[in-house]
């Protein structure tokens, strides 16, 4: 059984930051890609940040560049987002995903997801 638990998700102002992470459990995930996914109501849920586990390089979506940072703990099998100075806007449930393609932004090319977390940043 695959599984990704996220926590970490909460209220907080604008401007502030929030660290996310996401425990992987199941398989060894040294070959893929885990991302980051979020979804407003209402709307589509798009890609935040990637990172692949096999060299450890990061992307990113545009509006996210410079305020989100995603990392790894190998040993531990967990990834973080830290999220800085944030938006209303960033108002979103985040998913943790894992799947096999390197570099990938699309929702459809992973295989694993966890339940998400909420983050709601208040103006």
């Known amino acids: 059984q695959v599984q990704l638990v996220e926590s970490g998700g909460g209220l907080v102002q604008a401007g502030g930051s929030l660290r996310l992470s996401c425990v992987a459990s199941?398989?060894?995930?040294?070959?893929?890609?885990m991302a980051w996914f979020r979804q407003a109501p209402g709307k589509e849920r798009e890609f935040v940040a990637g990172?692949?586990?096999?060299?450890?390089?990061?992307y990113y979506a545009d509006s996210m560049k410079g305020r989100f940072t995603i990392s790894r703990d190998n040993a531990k099998n967990t990834v973080h987002l830290q999220m800085n100075s944030l938006k209303p806007e960033d108002t979103a449930v985040y998913y943790c995903?894992?799947?096999?393609?390197?570099?990938?932004?699309?929702?459809?090319?992973?295989?694993?997801w966890g339940k998400g977390t909420l983050v709601t940043v208040s103006s």
């Open positions: 990172i692949n586990w096999v060299d450890g390089s990061t």
């Open positions: 995903a894992a799947g096999g393609l390197y570099g990938s932004r699309s929702s459809n090319d992973m295989d694993y």
């Open positions: 199941g398989r060894t995930f040294s070959r893929y890609t």
